[in-house]
Structure formats: C-alpha cells, structure tokens
C-alpha cells in the first residue's frame, strides 16, 4: 500500500471523524445516551394584594409547550377588605385575560402567572365632612364643617368639589385630610352674580362636574350654566340667562334652560339633564353652543327612540364614560342610555311607571327616585331618594344593592344595609372609592 498516497486521505478524514463523534455525543448517540429533557413550564397563582386566605396549591404540573391547564378555583379562600373576588387575570391591574375557575389555560412557550382579579364593593360607608342633622355654612375640618343641603359632587383626584345648593356656593374638600373651604358664592345671599370668590353668587346650583381646570355648574334656581376657574375662583356664565326659562337653543346667554339639574363632560362638551323640559342638552364648553341632544321639551314620557322622538321624565343625574350618556331619568324611575354620536336612546335598568327597591335585571330591577350617577367605565353608581347606593352593570344591566337599606332614613356609618342615608343625591368615583352628597344629613359620605 502507498502511504505516501493515503496521507493527504487521513489528514481531510480524521477532523470529519473527530467532529462526527461530537455531535453523536451530544445527541444521545453512540450507544445507550439519553436525550435532553423537553422544557416543561407551570401556572402559578398569585394573591395580588389579598388580605386573607392563600392560593391554590392544587396545580403542581409541569406543562410541556402549547398544552392546556384547567385552571382552580378560589381554594384557599383568599380575601381582601373591601373587595370580592371575581376569577383570575393575567395581568395584575385586571387588563390581562380573564379566566374562571375550570376554564381551559392555554400554556404557549412559558410559565403563566395568574393573578387574583379584585373588584371594589363600596359597601363599607363613612362620613367624610359634615355633621348630620346640623346645617350650615361653616369652613373646617371634617365634622367642624357644615355644608346646607350638598346636591352634586365632582372629583378633581385629590380635591372634592360640592355644590352645596341650599348656601348658594361651591365647597372645596381635600379628600386626605376632610379640610372643607368655600371657593365661590356666599351663604350670606343667593342670587345672581358673575364675580371672583365670594363675590360670585348661585342659585341653587344642583349638578357639578370638571375637567381638572374649570368647573361646570347646573345653576339650577337661575336656569343657567356657570363656570369656575378652580384656581382662582372666577366665576362666569357659560350659557343661559339667570330666570330666563325656556327651551331655546342658541349660543352663550341666547340659549335657555328650565331647571337643568345635572351635568357631565366628555373634555369638550357638557352634557345637561335640562329637567324642567325633560330633554338631554349639549353645550360645546369653547364656544357656548348650546342644542338638544335627545328628547323634545314640554313632551314628558319614557320613550325608547332617536333624538326628538326620544322622551324623558324630569331627568336628574347624568354621567359619560366618552362614547354614551347615562341618565337617571328620575320620574320614570329607570336608568336610561344615550349614545351620543347617534342619539339613541335605551333604557338599561328599571320599568317606566314601577317604583321599587328590587334588586334585579334590566326590567326586573326597580328603582325609587334615581338621582346622581357616576361611572367607573365597567358599572354605574346610582344614588336612589329611598335612602340607597346602586350599582349597576353596564354590561348586563344587572343591579344590586351597595349601601342603605330602602325606605330607611339615618346618619349611621356602616356596612351595606347597616348603613343609612337620608335623600343621598350626587355622587361621584376617584377610581378607588364613592363620595356621596347625603343631602338632608348635610354631609358628604365616602364608599369604600
């Protein structure tokens, strides 16, 4: 044999072997090796800020990719003060998915967290600021302020503000310490006046909203619109002319109102429950442009319809969560929906002509007098005049109970039916609790 011949051969040859042999290796090859182990990934629980209780410690599986996990229920009873327990999310802050307990997980190419999914009760009930059964006017701190018959309430995140209507003036409430001041208006005398401070006066302001710079007030006794400058106080009118009723629609003081009771804004509009005409008006906040949404004045019902054909019965509170209205459309005792781009208009809980205090679906809900309402985007918050706190599902139009027991006047601090209001009125959400204007109590409650 020619070795010279074979030599450049083994050279090329024994890399090629040496590199084969590697890879064998790590392939299990060669003989009895074993190969990798596949990934595998878990569910995990978390309690997500419970104040009670555990997760469940049911699921111990590893899961290969793109297999299904049933997901547990709430087996170690977790709680937390002042929530309920609704299912589980994949994110924290409840914008993840939502799964119930035996729902199918899919499990992708990693471990998924599950969270416990909380929602606020607000059934807990304090007083805030204010002393029941004792009126007034006095600036102070918590129960050393008096307010004289709270109508509306807005909320500014860290400030409250109350058109407390039987004083004529707009009151400032620092939600963190009860400090309650007087922003604008004067107890001394109600009336008609543009001004700075205490200058300005109101009467009767009912409805109130904000839009973290100016406020609007439904003035109810002068049928008009009125702004203030939170920060210093400046009062003007936006729309209407003081004790001029009417239904005219028109721009700045050419347009009339009849009683308008509550307001809300969507950044560039108000939105007004004009109650004396039983219509739902816009006001453009830049100019003062003042037309009828939905509804036709002087023309009470409970029509369910489009625009003018639409029909309303002294409506009272009003909310909007940008893309529609709710109102409590308080003579006909039921929950009514506007959306705004078409004037549409439903009713999504209670029966026009039923009164009650059932709790229920759609229909098979009854309301007393419905009056304020605010919106967290998810649910409504309903103050009834039989002395309770509603909620209602936007989804669903389910309704429940929150806080108060119908028909049952009081002051007390409590816990849901434990409570009492007496003729609750605005009310309005920080995303975190209720504030209520408990009217005849001369107080401002807080839900949470």
Known sequence: MNTTAMKPFK?????????????????GGGGGGSSPAAATYSVVYSANGS????VPSGDTKAYAASSTATVLGNTGAL???????????????????????????????????????????????TTLAGTA????????????????????????????????????????????????????????????VDGTGAAARFYLPNGITTDGTNLYVADSGNSTIRKVVIATGVVSTLAGTARSEGSTDGTGTAARFKNPGGVATDGTNLYVTDGGNSTIRKVVIATGV??????????????????????????????????????????????RKVVIATGVVTTLAGTAGSSGSTDGTGTGALFGYPQGITTDGSNLYVTDALNTIRKVVIATGVVTTLAGTAGSNGSADGTGAAARFYGPNGVTTDGTNLYVADTFNYTVRKLQ
Do not use: E
């Open 51 to 54: 104040t009670g209780g555990a």
């Open 290 to 335: 003042v037309t009828t949404l939905v509804g036709t004045a002087g023309s009470s019902g409970s029509t369910d319809d489009t625009g003018a054909a639409a029909r309303f019965d002294s409506p009272k509170g009003i909310t909007t969560d940008g893309t529609n209205l709710y109102v409590t459309d308080g003579g006909n005792s039921t929950i």
């Open 79 to 125: 709680v937390k003060t002042g929530y309920v327990f609704t299912g589980w999310n994949t994110a924290a802050n409840g914008s993840g998915t939502a799964y119930a307990a035996g729902a199918s997980l899919a499990v992708g190419s990693g471990s998924v967290t599950l969270y416990a999914a909380w929602v606020r009760q607000f059934t807990q009930v």
């Open 11 to 27: 050279t090329f040859l024994l890399p090629l072997l040496l590199l084969f042999t590697t890879l064998l290796a790590a392939c």
């Open 133 to 192: 059964g004792s009126g007034g006017s006095a600036d102070g701190t918590g129960t050393a302020a008096l307010f004289n018959g709270p109508s509306g309430v807005a909320t500014g995140g860290t400030n409250l503000y109350v058109a407390d209507s039987s004083s004529g003036t707009i009151r400032k409430l620092v939600i963190a310490t009860g400090a309650v001041t007087t922003l604008a208006g004067s107890a001394d005398g109600t009336g008609y």
